[in-house]
């Protein structure tokens, strides 16, 4: 399995790369919203899409609205600290799974992400 995680804290990035590892997943980084887009457009497949809403370029949700328009079925989770820019409506239009407001506790993190990855087709 492969994620991507598109964030542009260098320790966020760290965190998520051990915790996928341990979930047996291997990881793709962005930080910002051109490194995510790429990333998207390049063909390869993911098997979730771990997301950060506030970047250098822009918005969290132009990397999700692009991967959901690729890919609609795959499980997103939204990371951020910034609850202002949490929209549930556009979530729920972009089938988000799951939102997790930094900072996050570890455990909740691995579980939300092991119980998204174990339903992946």
């Known amino acids: 399995m492969t ?6 804290e260098p320790h966020i990035l760290r965190i998520c790369r051990r915790i996928l590892d341990n979930l047996d997943t291997d990881s793709l980084e962005g930080r910002c919203v051109a490194d995510g887009i790429q990333q ?9 899409l771990i997301s950060d809403l506030r970047l250098p370029d822009g918005s969290g949700w132009s990397v999700i609205s692009e991967f959901r328009g690729l890919s609609p079925k795959t ?4 990371i951020t600290g910034t609850p202002d820019e949490w929209d549930p409506q556009l979530a729920e239009t972009l089938k988000v799974d799951a939102c997790i407001f930094k900072p996050f506790d570890i455990n909740d993190f ?3 992400v092991g119980r ?4 992946t087709p």
């Open 40 to 48: 998207i457009r390049s063909g390869k497949r993911f098997d979730i």
């Open 75 to 78: 499980p997103i989770v939204v």
């Open 110 to 112: 691995r579980n939300t």
């Open 3 to 8: 994620a991507l995680i598109i964030d542009d």
């Open 116 to 119: 998204l990855l174990r339903r």
